[in-house]
C-alpha cells in the first residue's frame, strides 16, 4: 500500500483514468457538502499565502498498466470529493467560456476533464457507475440536461455555476483564474494505492465505519465484483435491470424490499439466518455454490416471482391458489415467507400438486389464526416457520400438520371458548376482516354480495351517544359500561353491511332495518331480535364460532392442545430460567474454574461467589429492557460511599476490565450490559452464556479486592440497608415492636393477602411478600411508634386523626407521620383500619395504572420500531412520560400520556444555568420552527422552574381507549421527529 498528498492539479493532469465501480453508491453529496467546499475554496482565495487544505482521503486500486494507455483505477474511497471537484471544474469551465475567457476553459477541460486524443469512455478522467454517468458525461461533453430527473450530480453542478457566475461579475477573468489555481494547487487528497487487494472488500470494510449500506446493496455489489470490469454494463442491462424491476412499485403495488426477500430465500431450505447476516449468509451460498453471476441472478429471479405472489396475490392467475394467498395475506406472517417460498418451488418442481399446496396453505392459516385468537405468543414464528421446513419429508401436508400439533395448534373447543369474547376487530382488524368476508361466503345468498366491497359494522355502535344512548344503555342494563366495553368489538357484534356511514349510532331497530334489507346473508340473523344486548351478542358469537371451526379446521389426533393461562406461562418461565441458570453455572464451572456455585432457580437473575463481604456478584435477565447484565451491586449506606470511591477509580478500573463498564449510581451497579437479547430460543443461549461467563470472571477478578479493601478501611460497624429485629430490640422496646406487628396484622386483615416486616437501619418498612412497594414505615422509639406513609388525600387524613386527638406530621414529598402507642392503638382500630385500607387500595389503583403505562409504552416501543427514527427510546416503565436522549445532558425530547386530562404531547426540555438564553434564542424563531414542525407549540420558559419546556399537545385523540393508541402512537413518533429535525442542529449552532 501507497500513500502520498497530492494536489488536484497531480490527480487529475495526468494520463490516470478514475472508474467508480458498480459497488459504490451513486453520487450523493447534497447542499451543505457543496456549501462545505465552496467556502473552503473562497477562503483560500481570500488566503495570500500559498496554503493547502486537504479535502481527506482518496483509496484506489490499479487495473493494471499497460505502456502507452491510459491507467486506469478503480475509485474505492473518495468518489464523492473527486466528482464534485470535477463538476466545479466543469462548472469553471463552462463560465469561463461565457466570460470570453477561452485559454482558461480549454486548459480546464483538456487537461484535467478529458484524454483528449483517446475514445469511448477511455475519453474521461473520471467515469461514475451507471446511473450517474450518462448526466456526468454530458455535463463534461457540455450538452444539454435533464433537469427534470433530479439528479444530484445536475445540481450540484448548477450550484457551483451559480456561484462562479456571481464571482465572475464581482472580479472578473482574474478571480476565476485565482479559483482555477486553488481548486488545483491549493486543494489536496491523500491518495492511497492498494495493490492485490479485493477492491470490494476494503469497500465493505470502508463502509462498516460510515453509513451502512442495505444487505440488498451489499449483496448486489458483491455480485458485480464477480463480474469483469468490461463485462458489467450489459450484466447490469441483460440480467441485473430485469430482475432488480420485479421488485420495482406498480399502479396498484407499493414497491418490495429487496433484503427482506433476501433473508428468507437464504432460510428457503431450513437453515435460519439472523437479521442482520443475510449478506455474509449470501457471501457463503454464492460460495457454496460456485455458479457465475449470471447463473445465480437467474435463481434469485425465479424466486423473486414467487416472492412477488406471495406480497401481491391479485397477480396470481389461478384462482384457488390467489385466494390462498390473500387469506395468508391477512395473517400477517410475512415470517413465514421461506417455508412458502420452499412449497411453492415444490409445486413449480412438480413435486407438490396443486390441492397439496393449497392443503399446506389452509392449514398454516388454520394453525395462525388459532392461535392468534387463543391469545398465543408469535414472537418465535420467524424460526418456527424456517424449522417447519426441515420437518418435511415424504407428505408435505401431513408432515406440516404433525409440526404444527406439536408447536400447540389449537383445537375446537379452545377456538370456539376464546372466539365469543375475543375483540376480534380491535386486536386483529384484518384477520377480522377475512373472518367476516369467509363467513359472508359460507353462509351464501342468492343474489351474491362481494364481500370485499362492504365496510365492518358494528351492531351496538362504538359510542354511545347522540339520540339513541339511552335506548342503548337500558338495552345493556345498568352495567352498561362494562358491557359495551366486555363486548363491543367482538365477533357477535360485527357484520358487513354497505350502510356503515349512514347508519352510524342509530338505535337497534333503526340499524336492523337497514342490515336485513341488504344482501348480505350475515345479517339475516338480526330480523327475529328486537333487542340488541349483551345476551343476543353471546348467542350470535358462539353461532358465529361454531362456523369459524369448519372454515378453518384443524386435523384431529396429535398433543392434546393446552391453553395458554397465566399459571402456564408462569412455570414455562421457571422451568426456562432455571434451565438458562444450569447451562451458565457449567460454562463457569468447566471453562472458568468457578467453585461454590449454587443450585441454579426460576428467577430472573442467578447471585454468584463474589467473595466478599457488603457486595453481591448478580447474573441478570431483565426481561422489559431485553438485558443482560454481570453487575457487582452494592448495598444501601456503605455501598453508598464504596461506589463512590471506585467512580473516583474510574478510568483505570474501566482500563483493567477491558471494556467500558456500565456504572449506575442510582442502583450502585457496576458490570458489563448487553442489549437486545433475549432467553426465550435456546438456540441463542451458548453465545450468551459464554459472554455472560466471561464479564462475570472478570468483573469478579478486577472488583472485588477492590471492595474489599474498602471494607476493611471502615469501621466494622454495619450501617447496611438491611438489619434484624435484634437490632430494633436494641434501640427499642419489644413493645413498640409489638405495635409494629399489630399494624402490619391489620395490613394482612384489610388487604387480604400476605405482608413481610423489613427491618432496616433507620426504619421498620411494610411491604407485600411478592412485591417491592411499602405501605408504612415504622420509627420505633422506646415508648411509642412513628407511622409513615405515602398518601393521596393527606390533609383530609391529617385532619381526620388530628380531630381525632393523634400527634401528626407532615413530612416533605407527601408523606404523613402519625404517633402510636398502645392507648391509641386500642382506642382508634377503626380509624387506623380505614386508613390502613386507603393506603392499600391506593397502592393497588397505582399498580394498575402502572401496568397500563407500561403496556402503553411498550406498544409504543414496538411502534416506533417500525419507523425510521434517530431516537431510541427508554426501556418502558409504569410513568408517564417517556425521555429520549438527543446527544447532550441539558436538553432531551420527551413524550408524554395523560389519561386524567385526556390528553397527550410531545416536547423539548432544557435544564441548566446556561439554557434560558438558549431558549429565549429558540422563542425568537418560533413561528418557523412552529412551521416546521407543524403546530402550535406551548412554551414554559419561567427562570424559576428547574427544567424549561416546548411542547405540542394532541386533545383530538381519546388516549383512554386502547384501539386509539396506534394512532396515538404515530402521531407522536411523527411529531418526534419533527421535533428532533428542527430542535437539535438548532441547539448545536447554538453551542
Known amino acids: 500500500m501507497e500513500a502520498y498528498a497530492k494536489s488536484i492539479s497531480k490527480i487529475l493532469h495526468s494520463s490516470d483514468q478514475f472508474l467508480i465501480p458498480f459497488f459504490q453508491r451513486f453520487y450523493k453529496w447534497g447542499r451543505k457538502d457543496w456549501e462545505r467546499l465552496r467556502a473552503d475554496l473562497w477562503a483560500l482565495m481570500d488566503d495570500e499565502r500559498d496554503r493547502k487544505h486537504f479535502l481527506g482521503p482518496l483509496v484506489c486500486t490499479a487495473e493494471g498498466v499497460t505502456p502507452g494507455e491510459v491507467t486506469a483505477f478503480q475509485l474505492i474511497d473518495g468518489q464523492q470529493r473527486l466528482t464534485t471537484l470535477s463538476l466545479l471544474l466543469c462548472a469553471l469551465r463552462d463560465v469561463a467560456r461565457q466570460q470570453g475567457e477561452e485559454e482558461l476553459a480549454a486548459r480546464i477541460e483538456e487537461n484535467f476533464l478529458i484524454h483528449k486524443f483517446e475514445k469511448k469512455l477511455r475519453r474521461y478522467k473520471i467515469v461514475p457507475r451507471t446511473g450517474d454517468r450518462e448526466a456526468f458525461i454530458a455535463i463534461v461533453d457540455g450538452k444539454e440536461l435533464d433537469r427534470e430527473a433530479g439528479l444530484q450530480i445536475v445540481a450540484a453542478y448548477d450550484f457551483f455555476r451559480k456561484h462562479i457566475q456571481q464571482l465572475a461579475q464581482t472580479a472578473g477573468g482574474e478571480g476565476l483564474a485565482n479559483l482555477f489555481q486553488k481548486a488545483t494547487g491549493g486543494l489536496y487528497l491523500v491518495v492511497i494505492t492498494i495493490d492485490e487487494e479485493n477492491p470490494y472488500e476494503i469497500f465493505e470494510s470502508l463502509n462498516s465505519t460510515g453509513l451502512p449500506l442495505a444487505e440488498s446493496d451489499l449483496i448486489r455489489n458483491f455480485l458485480f465484483m464477480h463480474v469483469p470490469q468490461d463485462d458489467q454494463e450489459d450484466f447490469q442491462e441483460d440480467h441485473w435491470e430485469p430482475y432488480e424491476a420485479l421488485f420495482d412499485a406498480t399502479d396498484k403495488h407499493d414497491a418490495l424490499k429487496p433484503t427482506d426477500f433476501y433473508r428468507s430465500f437464504l432460510m428457503r431450505g431450513g437453515t435460519y439466518s439472523q437479521p442482520k447476516s443475510t449478506f455474509l449468509d449470501f457471501k457463503e451460498y454464492f460460495r457454496q455454490r460456485g455458479w457465475s453471476p449470471v447463473d445465480q441472478v437467474a435463481e434469485l429471479a425465479r424466486f423473486a416471482k414467487l416472492e412477488c405472489q406471495l406480497r401481491r396475490p391479485d397477480t396470481v392467475t389461478d384462482a384457488a391458489l390467489a385466494k390462498r394467498l390473500r387469506s395468508v395475506a391477512a395473517m400477517e406472517i410475512n415470517t413465514s415467507h421461506p417455508l412458502l417460498l420452499n412449497l411453492l418451488a415444490r409445486h413449480e418442481e412438480g413435486v407438490l400438486p396443486m390441492d397439496g399446496l393449497l392443503g399446506c396453505l389452509d392449514d398454516l392459516c388454520s394453525f395462525v389464526l388459532r392461535r392468534s385468537i387463543c391469545g398465543e405468543s408469535t414472537r418465535t414464528y420467524g424460526k418456527w416457520f424456517c424449522e417447519a421446513i426441515t420437518a418435511i419429508k415424504d407428505n408435505p401436508r401431513s408432515d406440516l400438520q404433525g409440526y404444527w400439533q406439536h408447536r400447540g395448534w389449537p383445537d375446537d373447543r379452545a377456538l370456539q371458548t376464546a372466539l365469543v369474547e375475543f375483540p376480534v376487530y380491535r386486536r386483529e382488524p384484518k384477520k377480522c376482516r377475512l373472518i367476516l368476508e369467509e363467513l359472508e361466503r359460507d353462509l351464501g345468498h342468492k343474489e351474491r354480495v362481494d364481500p370485499t366491497t362492504l365496510s365492518i359494522e358494528h351492531v351496538m355502535p362504538q359510542t354511545l351517544s347522540g339520540k339513541s344512548s339511552k335506548e342503548w344503555k337500558e338495552a345493556l342494563g345498568t352495567d352498561w359500561k362494562s358491557l359495551h366495553e366486555r363486548w363491543l368489538h367482538t365477533l357477535g357484534n360485527l357484520t358487513l353491511s354497505g350502510y356503515n356511514g349512514p347508519m352510524s349510532n342509530h338505535g337497534f331497530a333503526t340499524k336492523r332495518e337497514e342490515l336485513t334489507r341488504s344482501n348480505v346473508s350475515l345479517n339475516r340473523h338480526f330480523t327475529d331480535h328486537d333487542k340488541w344486548d349483551a345476551a343476543a351478542i353471546e348467542q350470535r358469537g358462539r353461532k358465529l364460532s361454531e362456523t369459524v371451526t369448519g372454515l378453518w379446521p384443524r386435523p384431529e389426533g396429535g398433543p392434546a392442545y393446552v391453553p395458554p393461562s397465566k399459571e402456564r406461562k408462569l412455570k414455562a418461565g421457571v422451568e426456562r430460567r432455571t434451565a438458562y441458570w444450569s447451562d451458565l453455572l457449567a460454562i463457569l464451572k468447566e471453562k472458568h474454574g468457578w467453585k461454590d456455585l449454587p443450585e441454579a432457580t426460576g428467577e430472573t437473575r442467578l447471585e454468584l461467589p463474589l467473595g466478599v463481604d457488603g457486595a453481591s456478584l448478580y447474573a441478570w435477565y431483565k426481561v422489559g429492557g431485553k438485558q443482560l447484565w454481570a453487575a457487582v451491586v452494592l448495598p444501601p449506606g456503605r455501598g453508598r460511599r464504596h461506589f463512590r470511591n471506585l467512580v473516583a477509580d474510574r478510568a483505570a478500573i474501566d482500563k483493567e476490565l477491558g471494556f467500558m463498564a456500565d456504572w449506575n449510581d442510582a442502583g450502585?451497579?457496576?458490570?458489563?450490559?448487553?442489549?437486545?437479547?433475549?432467553?426465550?430460543?435456546?438456540?441463542?443461549?451458548?453465545?450468551?452464556?459464554?459472554?455472560?461467563?466471561?464479564?462475570?470472571?472478570?468483573?469478579?477478578?478486577?472488583?472485588?479486592?477492590?471492595?474489599?479493601?474498602?471494607?476493611?478501611?471502615?469501621?466494622?460497624?454495619?450501617?447496611?440497608?438491611?438489619?434484624?429485629?435484634?437490632?430494633?430490640?436494641?434501640?427499642?422496646?419489644?413493645?413498640?415492636?409489638?405495635?409494629?406487628?399489630?399494624?402490619?396484622?391489620?395490613?394482612?386483615?384489610?388487604?387480604?393477602?400476605?405482608?413481610?416486616?423489613?427491618?432496616?437501619?433507620?426504619?421498620i418498612a411494610v411491604k407485600p411478600a411478592d412485591d417491592f412497594f411499602n405501605v408504612v414505615s415504622f420509627y420505633p422509639r422506646k415508648r411509642s411508634v412513628w407511622m409513615s406513609s405515602g398518601s393521596s388525600s393527606l390533609e383530609q387524613w391529617a385532619n381526620r386523626f388530628a380531630d381525632a386527638g393523634f400527634e401528626t406530621s407532615v413530612k416533605r414529598k407527601g408523606r404523613l407521620g402519625v404517633r402510636l402507642t398502645q392507648e391509641v392503638l386500642d382506642a382508634h382500630r377503626e380509624l387506623i383500619s380505614d386508613y390502613l385500607r386507603h393506603l392499600v387500595e391506593t397502592a393497588k389503583t397505582k399498580n394498575a395504572r402502572s401496568d397500563e403505562l407500561v403496556a402503553f409504552w411498550q406498544a409504543f416501543v414496538e411502534r416506533m420500531q417500525q419507523h425510521q427514527t434517530p431516537l431510541t427510546p427508554q426501556s418502558p416503565r409504569g410513568q408517564a412520560w417517556m425521555n429520549f436522549a438527543i446527544g447532550r445532558s441539558d436538553a432531551w425530547l420527551h413524550g408524554s400520556v395523560n389519561s386524567v386530562k385526556n390528553r397527550a404531547s410531545v416536547g423539548l426540555g432544557l435544564r441548566g444555568a446556561e439554557q434560558q438564553a438558549v431558549f429565549q434564542a429558540l422563542y425568537a424563531d418560533r413561528d418557523r420552527i412552529s412551521q416546521e414542525i407543524g403546530g402550535d407549540l406551548e412554551w414554559l420558559g419561567d427562570p424559576e422552574r428547574k427544567s424549561l419546556r416546548i411542547y405540542l399537545r394532541n386533545t383530538q385523540i381519546d388516549v383512554r381507549d386502547h384501539s386509539n393508541w396506534p394512532e396515538l402512537h404515530d402521531w407522536m413518533i411523527e411529531k418526534l421527529g419533527h421535533f428532533h429535525c428542527a430542535f437539535v442542529p438548532r441547539l448545536s449552532r447554538l453551542g
Not at 450490559?673 to 459472554?691: A, C, F, G, T, V
Not at 438489619?723 to 399494624?743: H, M, P, V
Request: charged content about 35%; hydrophobic content about 30%.
Open 668 to 763: 450502585r451497579s457496576v458490570g458489563a450490559m448487553r442489549k437486545n437479547s433475549s432467553i426465550k430460543d435456546p438456540l441463542d443461549w451458548l453465545e450468551q452464556h459464554e459472554w455472560l461467563a466471561s464479564k462475570l470472571t472478570t468483573v469478579r477478578r478486577v472488583l472485588a479486592p477492590r471492595i474489599e479493601q474498602l471494607a476493611s478501611s471502615e469501621d466494622s460497624e454495619d450501617d447496611s440497608g438491611e438489619t434484624s429485629r435484634e437490632y430494633w430490640r436494641g434501640r427499642s422496646t419489644d413493645e413498640a415492636l409489638g405495635w409494629c406487628d399489630q399494624i402490619k396484622d391489620l395490613i394482612d386483615e384489610v388487604g387480604s393477602r400476605k405482608h413481610d416486616l423489613v427491618y432496616r437501619v433507620h426504619n
